[in-house]
């Protein structure tokens, strides 16, 4: 069985975000971009699965500029195969990401197509959602715990209130939350092997399909900075300033 994993190039978790002064967007000049965190936690699920010996082949698929090859090699260092690159300068919002994924699906045929949950920089949350439903798949998001039973897939989700199990037929969509694995630290020798492993490029326009944005980024503000709290003698001067919060809320 094949995997497809969707790996996206983002702003490091780590950095503290710039937004432009003309507030048309973040400044990303010189920022330290990192894949994904729900995408290395879907990596990680596929190079698993493959340790297991129940996929044969992990296939990671980036969208984006040249650099996104970055982010491809910390995949095929992790564990995939091989890698794909869609390349475009574009601005990419999420339905455009399914599209291409569809395209690269269509053209792989893989058992199981695994995304992170959301995006950290977007945070839509809707690429895996749009992915099925544009390929006419099952889907399971949120998934916390994976496992492949004969020809069904098991995924386990955390719901309000408990876990819910779901069985999928395959190919399925499965979208990966925090819980779901720790992805490994890559290895150095690793790191170097990956550059061996093979990295095709292809074009939104060979895939056929069509970029262009759909919704427009008005303004990026910063959100306001957190007023400082005040300090209260007393139990009596506590509730005093709680019910003058409440007069002015
Ligand atoms: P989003 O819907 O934007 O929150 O993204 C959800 C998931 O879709 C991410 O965790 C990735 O697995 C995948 N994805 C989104 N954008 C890209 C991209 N440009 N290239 C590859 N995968 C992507």
Redesign the pocket.
């Known amino acids: 069985m094949k995997v497809v994993?969707?790996?996206?190039?983002v702003l490091d978790y780590n950095v503290k975000p710039r937004v432009k002064s003309d507030g048309s967007g973040l400044d990303l000049a010189n920022a330290k971009m990192s894949m994904?965190p729900?995408?290395e936690i879907?990596m990680e699920e596929a190079v698993r699965l493959k340790e297991a010996g129940v996929a044969t082949e992990v296939i990671a698929?980036?969208?984006?500029t040249t650099q996104?090859q970055e982010t491809l090699r910390t995949a095929l260092a992790m564990g995939a195969d091989r890698a794909i690159l869609?390349e475009t300068s574009a601005e990419?919002q999420?339905l455009a990401?399914a599209k291409l994924?569809k395209a690269i699906v269509d053209r792989e045929a893989p058992g199981l197509i695994l995304?992170?949950?959301?995006?950290i920089d977007?945070?839509?949350?809707?690429?895996?959602q749009m992915l099925a439903a544009l390929a006419g798949l099952p889907q399971a998001t949120f998934a916390s715990k994976v496992s492949v039973e004969g020809d069904r897939l098991m995924v386990t989700r955390e719901v309000d209130g408990g876990e819910e199990t779901l069985s999928l037929p395959m190919p399925a969509v499965v979208?990966s939350d925090l819980r779901l694995n720790e992805p490994r630290y890559v290895s150095l020798p690793n790191i170097m092997k990956a550059k061996k492993k093979p990295m095709e490029t292809v074009t939104p326009g060979a895939l056929g399909v069509d970029v262009a944005p759909h919704l427009q980024t008005l303004h990026v503000e910063e959100s306001a900075a957190r007023k400082a709290g005040i300090k209260v003698p007393d139990v009596a001067a506590l509730l005093g300033a709680l019910r003058d919060q409440a007069k002015v809320l």
Do not use: E, H, I, W
Not at 122 to 128: K, V
């Open positions: 994993v969707a790996v996206k190039r994904n729900f995408d879907a698929v980036s969208c984006g996104s869609v990419l999420p990401v994924l995304l992170g949950k959301q995006a977007d945070d839509a949350n809707q690429t895996g979208t």
